[in-house]
Nanobody, 116 residues
Framework: QVQLVESGGGWVQAGGALRLSCAAS????????MGWYRQTPEKMRDLVAT?????TPIYADSAKGRFTISRDRYTVYLQMTNLKPEDTAVYYC????????????WGQGTQVTVSS
């Protein structure tokens, strides 16, 4: 089992910045990919950015050029800049294990609100 604890959400005006953090504990040696997803009441949970165990990032188009994902073993960060009202969502940390089948673990979610 893997436990994920997120921090860093909050309220910010458009154009501002926030940094999210997520620390994994438990069976961390099984973790392959860590990343961030977001969800609003109107949409499904969508990918924001992920980082492989080697640190290779993958970004959603909406995040490219504004968000930066970084990882220190089993802690993952999301630096968000030039935030827009449409970035308002609950952000969830995800950890995916090695193996087939793999397992997905989720944090409790942290609210990000961007006002115009």
């Amino acid at each position: 089992q893997v436990q994920l604890v997120e921090s860093g959400g909050g309220w910010v005006q458009a154009g501002g910045a926030l940094r999210l953090s997520c620390a994994a504990s438990g069976s961390t040696s099984n973790i392959n990919i860590m990343g961030w997803y977001r969800q609003t009441p109107e949409k499904m949970r969508d990918l924001v950015a992920t980082s492989t165990s080697r640190g290779t990032p993958i970004y959603a188009d909406s995040a490219k050029g504004r968000f930066t994902i970084s990882r220190d073993r089993y802690t993952v960060y999301l630096q968000m800049t030039n935030l827009k009202p449409e970035d308002t969502a609950v952000y969830y940390c995800n950890a995916r294990t090695f193996g087939n089948p793999f397992s997905d673990y989720w944090g409790q979610g942290t609210q990000v609100t961007v006002s115009s």
